[in-house]
């Protein structure tokens, strides 16, 4: 299959919908919202701990993180952590459990094994745990027999390795220097810890990146027996992200050249098992998550396409999202902040979004076109949106039959872009996201 090139359609950036409305729609929030939306709260929901801290800083990272630099800089973060679990906890109605708990960042293994243990034991006394999946993000740099162990008697059975790319150039462009050997040694250690399913993410469009470079990384991502693999494209934003600044902009691919690394990564990895899910992730038919695609069941939240049928997620931790029908709430993103809002029982609730019932509607469209395909617009939507269509229609990207909209397969990189046509918050585009492609 080859996908159709249309600059034109390509040519505005565009959200990756992890939400809707998106973080940048987010204003001033007191904790009063939250906690209402906490004591509405009722039977399974997620967990996701955010731990802002790295051994190292990429160049290219666009999370709030930080690097973890002295001992007690970490513990005081982790006391606060633990002040806000507490907090949190006491304001959940009793008969609600977690039914799963997700640790990201930065990097969780930027803590130490026995600091991430002890912190598992206060999630596991504060909340009630109906024998949750667990899921955790790792950078393989920071990895270490102890913190395998640690996985295995955590009972982790899902983990996501930052790689990147395996090509020496591009790794030292965007400040992220991993031998093969050093993932290989990661990948066999969680293997033997009881991961059962293994994300990598990897990146096009990097400085001086080419196909060869972005083919050989594939083939070593599949040697190593990745279950998914999200391959995303590189956003370079440094007007947003001032670390960004120290990668040369003077070698990175045009726009055709990453739209043709996302092709033929697409190709490569569909003619060798892999279930897209979307244009730029993939899973082994096994995993779960295409599971969930091809039972109609994929969702999508702050960590991206998932099959976590949970109404509600819980976001703990500095600049952590909370997601609730009605609300996103989002921590204090200030690490130093955080604290002291803790330090002084106050829920550290920041900035957020109430949901208006058009807002749920529209984002359920958004949700379904970039996990489905395929969307039920209703007669109003259809009206408004329908000359804005029209050119992918036209082009033979989408197809309209009744109010249903439907993405076709030469159509899939331009999924983002027509599920932004339903955003009415859409602004400014050029400086708040990154290229659709």
């Not at 990272?61 to 982790?78: D, S």
């Not at 990453?258 to 096994?286: C, K, N, Q, S, W």
Request: glycine share 8%; with cysteine; hydrophobic share 40%.
């Amino acid at each position: 299959m080859t996908w159709p090139y249309h600059p034109e359609l390509l040519a505005t950036p565009v959200p990756r919908y992890t939400s809707f409305p998106t973080a940048a729609e987010f204003g001033p929030l007191d904790g009063a919202a939250f906690t209402r939306e906490l004591g509405h709260c009722e039977g399974e929901l997620s967990l996701y701990v955010h731990i802002p801290f790295c051994e190292k800083i990429c160049h290219y990272c666009g999370c709030n993180t930080a690097a973890a630099g002295r001992r007690q800089r970490l513990e005081a973060y982790l006391d606060a952590l633990r002040h806000e679990i507490a907090l949190v906890a006491d304001r959940l109605p009793p008969d609600v459990s977690i039914s799963r708990l997700s640790f990201g960042g930065g990097s969780p293994n930027a803590v130490t094994p026995l600091d991430f243990a002890r912190l598992l034991g206060y999630l596991t006394v504060h909340f009630r745990l109906a024998s949750p999946e667990i899921s955790i993000e790792l950078d393989p740099r920071a990895m270490s027999r102890d913190w395998a162990e640690v996985v295995a008697s955590s009972g982790i059975g899902r983990a996501s390795l930052g790689v990147q790319t395996f090509a020496p150039d591009a790794q030292n462009a965007i400040g992220r220097v991993q031998p093969y050997a050093l993932i290989e040694q990661t990948v066999s250690w969680l293997r033997e810890a009881g991961v059962t399913s293994l994300n990598l993410d990897l990146m096009y469009g990097l400085p001086g990146q080419r196909w060869p470079d972005l083919e050989d990384t594939l083939s070593r991502s599949l040697a190593l027996g990745a279950d998914r693999i999200a391959l995303f494209g590189y956003a370079h934003v440094p007007h947003l992200i001032p670390r960004q600044r120290a990668i040369p902009d003077n070698d990175l691919p045009g726009m055709q050249a990453r739209f043709e690394m996302a092709e033929r990564g697409f190709e490569y990895l569909t003619t060798r098992g892999y279930v897209p899910i979307g244009f730029d992730h993939f899973a082994r038919p096994t995993d779960p998550l295409a599971i969930a695609a091809s039972e109609g069941k994929l969702r999508r939240n702050f960590q991206g396409f998932t099959d976590d049928p949970a109404p509600a997620l819980l976001g703990l931790g500095a600049s952590a999202i909370s997601s609730f029908p009605g609300l996103l709430a989002q921590t204090e993103k200030n690490t130093g902040r955080y604290r002291m809002l803790l330090s002084q029982d106050h829920l550290p609730v920041a900035h957020g979004k109430v949901r208006s019932a058009e807002d749920r509607y529209r984002g359920a469209v958004i949700e379904r076109l970039l996990c489905d395909g395929r969307a039920r617009l209703g007669t109003r939507l259809l009206h408004d949106n329908r000359r804005a269509l029209q050119p992918f229609i036209d082009r033979g990207l989408a197809d309209m039959r009744d109010d249903t909209l439907t993405i076709l397969p030469q159509g899939l990189p331009y999924s983002r872009t027509i599920a932004a046509l339903f955003d009415p918050y859409r602004q400014d585009s050029q400086r708040r996201f990154s290229s659709a492609v």
